[in-house]
């Protein structure tokens, strides 16, 4: 088994970049929460030229450093960042999964594993997939490392070894101290020109590489850290050299374990695929926002990012489901109908904003967050015997267009209802060539028939009865004598409903002016009305 390890660094910097691109290169602090005296958990490497130190306050980095610009950290972004880490790993591979939340030193990264076994024949080679995971992660915002090796463990291992190789802002302060004298495979530069590297463990090196490995990238408790410093051990091999049952009883299971995921004799299941979930991006405001136009600016951002991450996984966006977080407490939730499944922000947005419009929220909005189902993107599959039709992504972008125009649930394609009201019908999703197929060459087609239109409004009719039938009508379609009738048809339904009752008498009638109508009398409303013509 080949498993490589896609790792960001310092997660609550990269969400941060990610949703505000605009502050890159500038001395930026993110601080665990608000206040003067609130701790610095990451810097940006500007901040860090500038003197601002980790794990201080936002204070001393102010007095250190007046330009600096801090932000609190947000769970919502970094929840978007992590599930964007998934996202970038299986658009290279079919199998992945996040690697558990860490404490300590290591509670800034975010990694996910991803199936490397047989990725020769796609990638070239396993640095070429390596390097492909990265240029991934790029795209979607994230700077990572990504190491291959034959474990979970020792990739992870691998791509904490790349973070300590790579400049002090982007790992803890007191393991870049150590990040000098490790030997080991020379890393490759990110192949699609991003700042991340890669590095590939052959089969068997593991343990070779391992060893001069500071014995912090193991992620020990801080009682068995001491315990490490007392009995002068520094390096993955110096543990490894001691006798197992000694460990052991000397330091406990804790130790035995640490030692066995070394060695590579830790027990890991396969990869799982992963089942199809919905993908969801989040914002919390620094303010209150009570009007539509910048609130739909921030939206922009929000949409773009999830557009992205189903870019990257070959999807398009279907229905989308807006929450709001309201001030007080309150929320507000939107569902916003797609005519066709498409990746145009522009169109998206229109229906966000318009679906906005139509029912605005009933407080300031303090949050948001919008999710969707990934859709596979239609492929056109061309008929030798007819023209070629316009391409899924264009035809979705017209029906979106429409959408946008006349509003939600109004585009589609008609269908009869199970109904016995004369006007009803049913609106379903437009779907090309879904249609009756045209008959064969050489074979006649149905017999003509008369086609009718409907008139919607009805048109207004004034009728005059001979013995119970229409002799004369007066309208703005038909007029003159009535020279063939046929009928009644007596309609009737809905009784159940005051809203939705009616009761129809219907003639088909022939008038002196050579129009073929259908005339009805509502019973309901007491009037006499035209509600189609035949052609």
């Given at each position: 088994m080949r498993v490589a390890c896609l790792r960001v660094s310092d997660l609550p910097?990269?969400?941060?970049?990610?949703?505000?691109?605009?502050?890159?290169?500038?001395?930026?602090?993110?601080?665990?929460?608000?206040?003067?005296?609130?701790?610095?958990?990451?810097?940006?490497?500007?901040?860090?030229?500038?003197?601002?130190?980790?794990?201080?306050?936002?204070?001393?980095?102010r007095a250190v450093c007046p330009e600096l610009q801090v932000r609190i950290a947000s769970?919502?972004?970094?929840?978007?960042?992590?599930?964007?880490?998934?996202?970038?790993?299986?658009?290279?591979?079919?199998?992945?999964?996040?690697?558990?939340?860490?404490?300590?030193?290591?509670?800034?990264?975010?990694?996910?594993?991803?199936?490397?076994?047989?990725?020769?024949?796609?990638?070239?080679?396993?640095?070429?997939?390596?390097?492909?995971?990265?240029?991934?992660?790029?795209?979607?915002?994230?700077?990572?490392?990504?190491?291959?090796?034959?474990?979970r463990n020792a990739a992870l291992l691998a791509a904490r070894q790349l973070g300590l190789r790579s400049a002090s802002p982007r790992c803890a302060p007191q393991l870049a101290a150590r990040r000098a004298s490790a030997p080991g495979?020379?890393?490759?530069?990110?192949?699609?020109?991003?700042?991340?590297?890669?590095?590939?463990?052959?089969?068997?090196?593991?343990?070779?590489?391992?060893?001069?490995?500071?014995?912090?990238?193991l992620d020990p408790s801080d009682a068995l850290a001491q315990a490490f410093t007392r009995f002068g051990l520094r390096r993955v091999g110096e543990l490894l050299a001691l006798p197992r049952r000694e460990l052991g009883l000397r330091l406990g299971r804790e130790a035995q374990a640490l030692a066995a995921r070394a060695r590579g004799e830790e027990v890991e299941t396969p990869l799982p695929v992963?089942?199809?979930?919905?993908?969801?991006?989040?914002?919390?405001?620094?303010?209150?926002?009570?009007?539509?136009?910048p609130l739909g600016f921030a939206l922009q951002g929000l949409l773009?990012?999830?557009?992205?991450?189903?870019?990257?996984?070959?999807?398009?966006?279907?229905e989308l489901r807006l929450e709001l977080a309201l001030e007080g407490g309150g929320r507000a939730a939107r569902r916003i109908g797609v005519a066709a499944p498409t990746l145009d922000r522009r169109v998206l947005l229109r229906l966000v904003v318009r679906c906005?419009?139509?029912?605005?929220?009933?407080?300031?909005?303090?949050?948001?967050?919008?999710?969707?189902?990934?859709?596979?993107?239609?492929?056109?599959?061309?008929?030798?015997?007819?023209?070629a039709g316009p391409s899924p992504a264009a035809l979705g972008r017209t029906l979106n267009e429409l959408e946008a125009l006349c509003g939600s649930g109004r585009v589609g394609a008609p269908r009869v209802a199970d109904d016995h009201r004369p006007e009803a019908f049913a609106l379903v999703p437009f779907r090309p060539g879904a249609g009756e197929p045209s008959p064969p060459p050489g074979r006649a087609g149905p017999a003509a028939s008369l086609a009718l239109r409907a008139l919607r409004p009805p048109v207004p009719a004034?009728?005059?009865?001979?013995?119970?039938?229409?002799?004369?009508?007066?309208?703005?379609?038909?007029?003159?004598?009535?020279?063939?009738?046929?009928?009644?048809w007596r309609t009737s339904g809905g009784w159940w409903s005051r809203e939705s009752r009616f009761a129809y008498d219907s003639f088909d009638v022939q008038t002196s002016d050579g129009t073929l109508a259908r005339l009805r009398f509502d019973h309901r409303a007491g009037r006499w009305e035209i509600d189609a013509i035949y052609d």
């Open positions: 910097l990269a969400a941060e970049l990610r949703a505000h691109p605009e502050r890159m290169g500038l001395p930026l602090a993110i601080a665990a929460g608000p206040g003067p005296r609130a701790e610095l958990v990451a810097l940006s490497r500007e901040a860090v030229q500038r003197g601002v130190r980790r794990g201080g306050s936002v204070a001393h980095a769970p919502a972004l970094e929840v978007g960042a992590r599930a964007a880490l998934l996202d970038a790993a299986l658009a290279c591979s079919p199998r992945a999964a996040l690697a558990p939340r860490r404490a300590g030193a290591w509670a800034g990264e975010a990694a996910v594993f991803a199936d490397a076994s047989g990725v020769g024949p796609l990638f070239r080679s396993e640095p070429g997939f390596a390097a492909a995971l990265v240029a991934r992660a790029e795209r979607l915002g994230l700077p990572a490392d990504a190491a291959v090796a034959s474990s495979p020379a890393p490759l530069p990110g192949r699609a020109g991003g700042s991340g590297e890669v590095l590939v463990l052959a089969p068997g090196s593991e343990a070779e590489f391992l060893a001069p490995l500071p014995l912090d990238l992963p089942e199809p979930a919905a993908l969801a991006e989040a914002l919390d405001l620094e303010f209150p926002l009570d009007l539509l136009e773009s990012r999830l557009l992205e991450r189903l870019e990257a996984r070959h999807l398009a966006c279907g906005l419009e139509a029912s605005p929220p009933a407080a300031p909005v303090t949050g948001a967050s919008l999710e969707t189902e990934g859709i596979p993107l239609e492929r056109n599959q061309l008929d030798l015997f007819r023209p004034a009728v005059q009865l001979r013995g119970g039938l229409p002799a004369r009508v007066r309208s703005a379609v038909a007029n003159g004598r009535v020279l063939a009738a046929a009928g009644p």
